[in-house]
């Protein structure tokens, strides 16, 4: 079976999925072989794990580096919903990944584009409208909770 960069864009969408299921911001990445073979996925854990580096980039970073019991991943792709930041770039480019595929743009901490670029293959807008739509309504709610408190406990 042939597979492409929506296929597994997917996969890093149901695991957005899941962090949304635990009240973390809805990120999901997955990490490909060159050979389309799944090495790992993952989603953010910062509110979980109460650190502001459980980004789904770096989780899904350390979980292939750690099945393929080394940390450089030539020729492998990471596919995530929301554009990575300059933390998640730098673990990017030090694991020497390959190419980069992403949803969405972050406008206020997305990075790739002036740092990756010219490094490493990078491809966006695959399924950005997905990966977008479940970004803006996991923030909606939370400002209509924080409305909701606000109003109530006054």
Not at 30 to 39: H, K, N, W, Y
Not at 57 to 71: F, H, P, S, T
Not at 72 to 98: F, H, N, Q, W
Request: glycine share 8%; with cysteine.
């Amino acid at each position: 079976m042939q597979y492409d960069d929506n296929y597994f864009m997917n996969l890093a969408l149901e695991e957005a999925k899941n962090a949304l299921n635990t009240d973390e911001v809805p990120v999901g990445a997955v990490i490909v072989s060159g050979r389309d073979e799944i090495i790992a996925s993952s989603f953010n854990s910062v509110e979980k794990d109460g650190s502001c580096i459980m980004h789904a980039e770096i989780r899904v970073i350390l979980a292939a580096q750690k099945k393929l019991e080394n940390w450089r991943l030539d020729g492998c792709k990471l596919y995530v919903t929301l554009e990575p930041c300059i933390m998640c770039c730098g673990a990017i480019i030090l694991s020497r990944i390959s190419k980069l595929v992403y949803g969405t743009i972050d406008p206020k901490g997305g990075l790739s584009g002036s740092i990756l670029e010219g490094k490493i293959e990078i491809v966006h807008g695959i399924m950005e409208e997905e990966s977008s739509m479940l970004l803006k309504s996991f923030f909606k709610s939370k400002r209509e909770k924080d409305r909701y408190l606000k109003k109530n406990i006054s």
